[in-house]
């Protein structure tokens, strides 16, 4: 196994030099030159004084630029966070805050829209900033320009002395309580998640794999260090409308495109099928359950691409996967365990269950991340000791508990049953209600909220909002909407607020999140 992030790229650039690496809209890199933009942006961290394990964030769309700043920030030992370009600046200055980034790699549009960030995010030093221009004088930061080629500052980078147990990223993902948590992936959990991925995907050099997932999304990033790891193409888009996918298939003779159900929803709602697409030779869906019945739309319009059903977790990366040649048979399963890792379902007695019988799945192996950053008690409920360990082994071996309710039928194919915590799960994101929530009461006019998932059939779920105003307050439904508009992304705005005189409040006063549930459900429905 190459050993780190960085390493595989240099490996690649020196085997396909002049291989197509990526591709986003006219610009096209060769390995060689992305390996030579890694180290042009690497060199300009060294000349500001970066550290082994320095944080630096990367706040941008979808781009080479964004692609080039997470690995330059590995091969001199720092440790990138991917932001998802459709956070806006409360959720920004979270991750900047409690990553305690040092570095931030971002565009002079967005770094505008920002503000306090010296405020907010103390232990941030340096911005560069992408895109010429006049430099920019904001927050009493250093605020410098990204090093272009014709400027004379590329020099070959050794790079540090790293292993494949140290810490490669930090991907923030929303937990059932409060503001999004960052995982802990080390160089070992990313590459063994390409090589497990590219292996079953049977990925070559011959691939051109459309990235539409964000890389701040865990498998938006592997389908990049996938490319790398194979010396594939990977061809970026910002996905923007249906189109955008089909004229970039068409085009760039994709042969592998990853997506997430409520997108392959939508792609099933146009007229297309095999002869419009003569080089798609796989497809792999993730982030929730495929319904049944699109799975087998799928089968009937792509009877000779193969159809990839997995399932994974930020904090192990891949689970899952179920062998094509399954999916007429069982299309609602998730398969079984990718190379390299065991899956184990396990009831409420920590024993393994019974064929049929539902559990809640716990992973082990490369892929299992290293726990959460800053938060060491999240940590202990979610990464745990094996639970059966080989009697005299010396060492605890960590494994995961997802919080996913599964089983596994009689021949150990496994099914996707939900959550056991309170998640919101749309449009491919895990939602906290708490988040959510946080965002309503800056209104400064609610008392009470309750922030829930109900059913869709596009996104898997939608979240909605119960509230009760404080007294003599004046708000509507929409004025609230339109200021969770404001602090969230889209996908988190609540597509339904009912405002109620009071919300039920169980025994301890805490609201009775059940009973709210159950009478939303009950006396309304969202238009």
């Known amino acids: 196994m190459r050993i780190t992030v960085s390493h595989c790229l240099k490996k690649t650039a020196g085997i396909f030099p002049d291989k197509e690496a990526l591709v986003h809209r006219d610009r096209r890199l060769t390995y060689k030159q992305f390996d030579q933009a890694v180290d042009l942006t690497a060199s300009q ?56 980034a040092r570095f931030l790699f971002t565009t002079k549009q967005r770094l505008l829209q920002l503000e306090n960030l010296m405020e907010n995010c103390p232990e941030l030093e340096t911005v560069i900033v992408h895109g ?18 014709d400027e004379g500052h590329n020099r070959l980078i050794q790079g540090v002395s790293l292993s494949e147990n140290d810490i490669a990223a930090i991907v923030y993902t929303s937990g059932s309580t409060g503001k999004p948590k960052g995982v802990i992936l080390s160089h070992r959990n990313l590459v063994a998640g390409a090589e497990s991925v590219a292996s079953y995907l049977n990925n070559t050099r011959d691939d051109r794999i459309l990235s539409v997932l964000p890389f701040s999304f865990d498998y938006g990033l592997n389908q990049l260090t996938t490319s790398v790891y194979t010396g594939a193409t990977c061809v970026l888009i910002n996905y923007l409308l249906l189109n955008d996918i089909f004229k970039a298939m068409k085009t760039e003779s994709i042969t592998g495109l990853g997506l997430i159900p409520p997108l392959w929803l939508q792609l099933l709602q146009k007229e297309w099928n095999f002869e419009d697409f003569p080089t798609w030779r796989y497809l792999t869906n993730t982030g929730g359950r495929m319904p049944e019945t699109a799975v087998r739309e799928l089968r009937k319009r792509l009877p000779h691409t193969k159809i990839f059903l997995m399932y994974g977790l930020t904090e192990a990366f891949r689970g899952t996967y179920l062998d094509p040649d399954q999916v007429d048979h069982r299309p609602g399963s998730i398969g079984k365990a990718i190379p390299n890792a065991e899956i184990m ?38 990464f745990k000791s094996h639970p059966f360990p080989l009697a005299g082994l010396q060492f605890e071996e960590k494994v995961v508990y997802s919080g996913d309710t599964v089983y596994k039928d009689q021949e150990g194919f496994i099914y996707y049953e939900g959550r056991t915590d ?32 109900i059913p869709d059939g596009i996104l898997g779920q939608v979240p909605v909002a119960a509230v009760s105003l404080k007294e003599n307050m004046i708000l509507d439904e929409n004025e609230l909407i339109q200021s969770c508009r404001k602090r969230l992304p889209n996908y988190m705005v609540p597509v339904k607020v009912v405002i109620y005189d009071e919300l039920p409040l169980n025994p301890t006063g805490k609201l009775d999140r059940n009973k709210i549930k159950s009478d939303f459900l009950r006396i309304r429905k969202p238009e």
């Not at 330059?72 to 200055?93: E, M, P, T, Y």
């Not at 010429?132 to 080629?149: A, S």
């Not at 939602?431 to 009461?441: D, L, Q």
Request: neutral net charge; charged residues 30%.
């Open 45 to 100: 961290l060294l000349d500001a004084a970066i550290k082994k394990n320095d944080r630096c964030a990367v706040y941008m769309e979808k781009s080479i630029e964004e692609a080039v700043s997470m690995f330059s920030a590995n091969r001199v030992g720092g440790i990138f966070i991917d932001i998802n370009h459709l956070h806006k600046k409360d959720q920004v200055h979270h991750i900047l805050k409690d990553s305690g």
């Open 132 to 149: 010429k221009g006049d430099t920019l004088d904001l927050f009493r930061l250093n605020v410098i320009e990204r090093y272009q080629e």
């Open 345 to 382: 379902i396990l009831n409420k007695e920590g024993k393994l269950c019974r064929p049929m019988e539902k559990g809640e799945l716990v992973q082990r192996g490369a892929h299992v991340a290293q726990g959460y950053w800053n938060d060491s008690e999240k940590t202990v409920q979610m």
């Open 422 to 453: 309170e998640l919101i799960k749309t449009s491919g994101y895990r939602v906290s209600p708490a988040e959510i929530e946080e965002a309503i009461y800056k209104t400064n006019k609610v008392k009470h909220a309750a922030v829930f998932g």
